[in-house]
Nanobody
């Protein structure tokens, strides 16, 4: 059974850092794509980042580029999102998701409909 579990969320001050983890099971991470999405109250679900588990290609939204870094540990079937220089507007529930059919492309990675399974989400709050 495919399962994704996020962890690492919490409260952090503006300018601080936080690292999220997404532990995957039920598939071999090497051959899939894992994306991070976030959703704040009253806002649309936003694609934050994505990584190819096979070749390590990464993608970022313009709003987080240069501040967030996605990485993977294939041995642990885990994907990480390191978030630096956090801003109040980064406050949201963060979700990881997986594309099990390998359909993700350079232009579609941020489209939530391309993903097949989702984690439960973890809250990130940036506030002083």
């Amino acid at each position: 059974q495919v399962q994704l579990v996020e962890s690492g969320g919490g409260l952090v001050q503006p300018g601080g850092s936080l690292t999220l983890s997404c532990a995957a099971s039920g598939f071999t991470l090497d051959y899939y794509y894992i994306g991070w999405f976030r959703q704040a109250p009253g806002k649309e679900r936003e694609g934050v980042s994505c990584i190819s588990s096979s070749d390590g290609s990464t993608y970022y939204s313009d709003s987080v580029k240069g501040r967030f870094t996605i990485s993977r540990d294939n041995a642990k079937n885990t994907v990480y999102l390191q978030m630096n220089s956090l801003k109040p507007e980064d406050t949201a529930v963060y979700y990881c998701a997986i594309d099990v059919y390998g359909s993700i492309t350079d232009s579609s990675w941020s489209d939530w409909k391309e993903y097949d399974y989702w984690g439960q989400g973890t809250q990130v709050t940036v506030s002083s």
